[in-house]
């Protein structure tokens, strides 16, 4: 499966956006898929998943109860509604989706086959 993250931009402290990744290739119900971001000189950081079975969704802490991860398999789309952003949240976004992933290893960028170009989120104070 290829994927393809868009909806980045330029925003202020307190703004919303949502990211969408589009899958294409294959079948996107069986894959697991999570976003993660990675600031200037930082390593890549686990922001939030959702399961291919199920729908289990599971977030960072310092995005919990702002960001939500969210599917439509029937689109091939997997997005992430980010509200109340803070400058803090600027980086780039990518998102990666697993075949055969496990819980223990969904925060993990090493267990993910397919990823995603980046779209780059700025928050302004």
């Known amino acids: 499966v290829q994927l393809q993250a868009s909806g980045g931009g330029l925003v202020q402290a307190g703004d919303s956006l949502r990211l969408s990744c589009v899958a294409s290739g294959r079948t996107f119900s069986g894959y697991s898929v999570a976003w993660f971001r990675q600031a200037p000189g930082k390593e890549r950081q686990f922001v939030a998943g959702?399961?291919?079975?199920?729908?289990?969704?599971i977030y960072a802490d310092s995005v919990k109860g702002r960001f939500t991860i969210s599917r439509d398999n029937a689109k091939n789309t997997v997005y992430l509604q980010m509200n109340s952003l803070k400058p803090e949240d600027t980086a780039v976004y990518y998102c990666?989706?697993?075949?055969?992933?496990?819980?223990?290893?969904?925060?993990?960028?090493?267990?993910?086959?397919?990823w995603g170009q980046g779209t780059l989120v700025t928050v302004s104070s």
């Open positions: 990666a989706a697993s075949s055969r992933i496990i819980y223990s290893s969904i925060g993990v960028p090493s267990a993910y086959e397919q």
């Open positions: 959702i399961f291919r079975t199920g729908g289990t969704t």
